[in-house]
């Protein structure tokens, strides 16, 4: 028992510590609008306290939904919620402790930035004195002291956002729910405000379930990530895991830029595996469970692409074409390379000297090669 | 050449609507006792309103009338407009939500009659209630109910529903959610179903008529009453006071609308241009 926790303090917290206690717990849960469309299908999930817990899906898969159960707008069709161990289920929105900023803030117009903060705090039988005193440090959480007497429209979209947080915050929720928190955001303040926004629930430790459809967004802020797809979960893990190690070929695509080559196992080895596909020959250094004959994807990532002007010597995990386009995007450049079989790829290179990385310009014959590593094999 | 006849036809429309409106105030101030003659300017119908018992106990009812049924109205038409936006599905929705648009639709003199029918039957086996103020009052009051209901629905539809949810968010049961949210929001809509209500009441003859008993009459009987025993002037004096009020009233009203819409335009750009310090 104490060795395991001398592993654990003596490991770098680069993601924040994950405490072992788990917070919220969704048992089979599935909700049916209108007794036909199916939002939510059966899902599953615990939240450890202290996490970032982000739901990233495209449009429709039923994020809200799930969200809008968790703070009891909805009555899920099936399934149970429970919350520090409790069945809240059949609790109405108003007495969980559980609060939300919504998408697009829903701040109340006809009341101060001082007011709407102090609107949850009134509702329960706080002393005055208090509730003052808790808006006062929400204020200054948000670094908002100045805005106090202001109304909603007398703010920009940023300071709206932030009085919306420290709204939500006030009550000190047990689980913060955030739906699309950055949506209204223009993209650079988004992507400055995604940090701050990290930092405040950091420092007020509140666990979080976080619905994104940005997955830069469910990156930088969440500490474990679902992806969605009609309503089920097609992966949960921590944001490296989704990325470098997806499931299925819908999570790959979903979560950055991906190269898909179909394939066929040729060998199958315990160590190394090898994937026949049209453009080239892929070595994978290790182990995957198929069988030999199987078709197969293989997803390789374009920053993990090397170009050259140079034919490689190796049999395997290189291939050749021409560059059909190059985007310059200041810190890489990404080429897309046309194969003998007309299939595009991406390839995206560093441009870590001043000059442009490997001399490679439109119309160049080009080799694509990477390491046995690199690549992903997708079953399905 | 089409802007030409556009600018021709507002002018027609324009004096159309307010030629008779202006001819009824300039002869207000006519000295002679023919509606249609001018002789020189007085004020001699304004003396004579200030002095017609019957005219000012009339104009009195109606204001009292107006008031007492356009609250009515607002307070029953907030309440079914809410049950028929935010509660999609009770057994009898239809029938509530078509019942009260009936009114708007089915004309006065339908509503009257019925309304004295019933009345008069209710009298018949109760003893009560007596035609007077109160039957009038009902009668205006129901009609204003639609129309309350109309206004206030069409603010409740366009209403962010998130703001309910919020406020349920953070503790507030369904009725205190619409005392602290919902209502505060609705006041403008409040407003002007008051107003709308009122002036319909106001101006009222068909359903006064029906249900009006001896003694009751309201401002627009007596000067409908007046109007058929021949044309008198001081008629005139009480139309023209009564536009002096509206106009005012309006102009006033719009004035104080522009002014905050102008003033929230500043504040926002101020809001923007504070944050890109
Ligand atoms: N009140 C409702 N009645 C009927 N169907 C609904 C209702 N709300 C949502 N749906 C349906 O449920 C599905 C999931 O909707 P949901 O709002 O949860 O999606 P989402 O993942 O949040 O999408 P977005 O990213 O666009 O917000 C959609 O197909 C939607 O049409
Ligand atoms: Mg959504």
Same mark, same amino acid.
């Given at each position: 028992?104490?060795?395991?926790?001398?592993?654990?303090?003596?490991?770098?917290?680069?993601?924040?510590?994950?405490?072992?206690?788990?917070?919220?717990?969704?048992?089979?849960?599935?909700?049916?609008?209108?007794?036909?469309?199916?939002?939510?299908?059966?899902?599953?999930?615990?939240?450890?306290?202290?996490?970032?817990?982000?739901?990233?899906?495209?449009?429709?898969?039923?994020?809200?939904?799930?969200?809008?159960?968790?703070?009891?707008?909805?009555?899920?069709?099936?399934?149970?919620?429970?919350?520090?161990?409790?069945?809240?289920?059949?609790?109405?929105?108003?007495?969980?402790?559980?609060?939300?900023?919504? +998408?697009?803030?829903?701040?109340?117009?006809?009341?101060?930035?001082?007011?709407?903060?102090?609107?949850?705090?009134?509702?329960?039988?706080?002393?005055?004195?208090?509730?003052?005193?808790?808006?006062?440090?929400?204020?200054?959480?948000?670094?908002?002291?100045?805005?106090?007497?202001?109304?909603?429209?007398?703010?920009? !979209?940023? +300071?709206? +956002?932030?009085?919306?947080?420290?709204?939500?915050?006030?009550?000190?929720?047990?689980?913060?729910?955030?739906?699309?928190?950055?949506?209204?955001?223009?993209?650079?303040?988004?992507?400055?405000?995604?940090?701050?926004?990290?930092?405040?629930?950091?420092?007020?430790?509140?666990?979080?379930?976080?619905?994104?459809?940005?997955?830069?967004?469910?990156?930088?802020?969440?500490?474990?990530?679902?992806?969605?797809?009609?309503?089920?979960?097609?992966?949960?893990?921590?944001?490296?895991?989704?990325?470098?190690?997806?499931?299925?070929?819908?999570?790959?695509?979903?979560? !950055?830029?991906?190269?898909?080559?179909?394939?066929?196992?040729?060998?199958?080895?315990?160590?190394?595996?090898?994937?026949?596909?049209?453009?080239?020959?892929?070595?994978?250094?290790?182990?995957?469970?198929?069988?030999?004959?199987?078709?197969? !994807?293989?997803?390789?990532?374009?920053?993990?692409?090397?170009?050259?002007?140079?034919?490689?010597?190796?049999?395997?995990?290189?291939?050749?074409?021409?560059?059909?386009?190059?985007?310059?995007?200041?810190?890489?450049?990404?080429?897309?390379?046309?194969?003998?079989?007309?299939?595009?790829?991406?390839?995206?290179?560093?441009?870590?000297?001043?000059?442009?990385?490997?001399?490679?310009?439109?119309?160049?014959?080009?080799?694509?090669?990477?390491?046995?590593?690199? /690549?992903?094999?997708?079953?399905? | 050449?089409?802007?030409?006849?556009?600018?021709?036809?507002?002018?027609?429309?324009?004096?159309?609507?307010?030629?008779?409106?202006?001819?009824?105030?300039?002869?207000?101030?006519?000295?002679?006792?023919?509606?249609?003659?001018?002789?020189?300017?007085?004020?001699?119908?304004?003396?004579?309103?200030?002095?017609?018992?019957?005219?000012?106990?009339?104009?009195?009812?109606?204001?009292?009338?107006?008031?007492?049924?356009?609250?009515?109205?607002?307070?029953?038409?907030?309440?079914?407009?809410?049950?028929?936006?935010?509660?999609?599905?009770?057994?009898?929705?239809?029938?509530?939500?078509?019942?009260?648009?009936?009114?708007?639709?089915?004309?006065?003199?339908?509503?009257?009659?019925?309304?004295?029918?019933?009345?008069?039957?209710?009298?018949?086996?109760?003893?009560?209630?007596?035609?007077?103020?109160?039957?009038?009052?009902?009668?205006?009051?129901?009609?204003?109910?639609?129309?309350?209901?109309?206004?206030?629905?069409?603010?409740?539809?366009? /209403?962010?529903?998130?703001?309910?949810?919020?406020?349920?968010?953070?503790?507030?049961?369904?009725?205190?959610?619409?005392?602290?949210?919902?209502?505060?929001?609705?006041?403008?809509?409040?407003?002007?179903?008051?107003?709308?209500?009122?002036?319909?009441?106001?101006?009222?003859?068909?359903?006064?008529?029906?249900?009006?008993?001896?003694?009751?009459?309201?401002?627009?009987?007596?000067?409908?009453?007046?109007?058929?025993?021949?044309?008198?002037?001081?008629?005139?004096?009480?139309?023209?006071?009564?536009?002096?009020?509206?106009?005012?009233?309006?102009?006033?009203?719009?004035?104080?609308?522009?002014?905050?819409?102008?003033?929230?335009?500043?504040?926002?750009?101020?809001?923007?241009?504070?944050?890109?310090?």
């Amino acid at each position: 028992m104490s060795t395991t926790a001398t592993t654990d303090s003596a490991k770098p917290s680069a993601i924040r510590k994950m405490a072992p206690q788990e917070l919220l717990r969704v048992e089979g849960i599935t909700k049916v609008y209108d007794g036909s469309v199916k939002a939510v299908d059966n899902i599953s999930l615990t939240v450890a306290t202290g996490e970032i817990f982000a739901l990233l899906g495209g449009s429709g898969c039923g994020k809200s939904t799930l969200l809008r159960m968790l703070a009891g707008f909805e009555k899920p069709t099936n399934g149970k919620i429970f919350l520090a161990g409790k069945d809240i289920t059949d609790l109405p929105a108003y007495k969980r402790p559980i609060n939300m900023m919504f +998408q697009s803030y829903a701040l109340f117009p006809h009341l101060s930035v001082w007011e709407n903060i102090a609107f949850g705090l009134r509702r329960d039988d706080m002393a005055k004195g208090d509730i003052a005193e808790r808006v006062e440090s929400m204020l200054s959480l948000v670094q908002l002291d100045k805005f106090a007497k202001r109304k909603p429209h007398q703010l920009s !979209g940023g +300071q709206q +956002q932030r009085v919306a947080l420290a709204r939500s915050l006030a009550k000190r929720p047990k689980l913060l729910l955030l739906d699309e928190p950055l949506g209204a955001l223009d993209k650079k303040l988004r992507e400055k405000t995604q940090l701050e926004l990290v930092n405040i629930i950091e420092e007020v430790g509140v666990t979080c379930v976080l619905v994104t459809h940005d997955q830069e967004e469910a990156m930088t802020m969440a500490s474990r990530i679902a992806v969605m797809s009609e309503g089920s979960f097609m992966q949960v893990g921590s944001p490296d895991e989704v990325y470098e190690m997806p499931n299925s070929r819908q999570v790959a695509d979903f979560i !950055g830029n991906v190269n898909i080559f179909d394939g066929i196992i040729e060998e199958d080895e315990s160590d190394h595996v090898t994937i026949r596909c049209e453009e080239c020959l892929h070595y994978v250094g290790h182990g995957i469970s198929g069988n030999v004959g199987m078709s197969v !994807g293989v997803a390789l990532r374009p920053e993990k692409i090397t170009l050259s002007k140079e034919q490689p010597q190796s049999e395997y995990n290189w291939c050749a074409g021409e560059v059909v386009e190059i985007v310059y995007f200041g810190a890489h450049t990404t080429y897309h390379l046309k194969l003998d079989s007309g299939k595009v790829i991406k390839a995206q290179e560093l441009n870590n000297t001043r000059d442009l990385s490997c001399g490679l310009t439109w119309g160049d014959r080009a080799y694509a090669h990477w390491n046995d590593m690199a /690549m992903v094999v997708l079953t399905y | 050449m089409n802007k030409l006849f556009g600018r021709a036809w507002m002018i027609a429309v324009y004096i159309f609507l307010y030629m008779p409106i202006v001819t009824l105030v300039i002869y207000s101030f006519n000295a002679s006792p023919l509606v249609t003659v001018w002789s020189e300017a007085s004020l001699r119908w304004y003396v004579a309103l200030a002095n017609d018992g019957d005219l000012i106990a009339a104009v009195w009812l109606s204001l009292k009338i107006a008031f007492l049924s356009s609250l009515m109205s607002v307070f029953f038409g907030t309440f079914t407009a809410f049950a028929l936006t935010r509660y999609k599905r009770f057994p009898g929705r239809t029938l509530l939500s078509s019942m009260s648009s009936t009114p708007l639709v089915m004309p006065d003199v339908i509503v009257g009659l019925s309304l004295l029918l019933m009345l008069v039957s209710l009298q018949h086996w109760l003893g009560f209630p007596e035609r007077g103020l109160f039957t009038i009052l009902l009668g205006h009051a129901l009609l204003g109910t639609a129309y309350a209901a109309v206004v206030v629905t069409s603010r409740l539809n366009e /209403m962010d529903k998130r703001l309910d949810e919020a406020a349920m968010d953070l503790g507030c049961r369904p009725f205190q959610v619409f005392r602290l949210v919902t209502l505060p929001l609705l006041v403008p809509a409040l407003v002007s179903a008051f107003l709308l209500t009122f002036t319909l009441s106001f101006d009222d003859v068909v359903l006064s008529s029906f249900l009006s008993g001896p003694g009751y009459s309201t401002l627009p009987m007596v000067i409908f009453s007046r109007a058929r025993l021949g044309l008198n002037p001081t008629i005139n004096a009480v139309a023209a006071v009564t536009i002096a009020v509206v106009s005012i009233a309006v102009i006033a009203s719009s004035i104080y609308q522009s002014r905050a819409e102008r003033q929230r335009k500043r504040e926002v750009a101020q809001a923007y241009s504070d944050a890109n310090q």
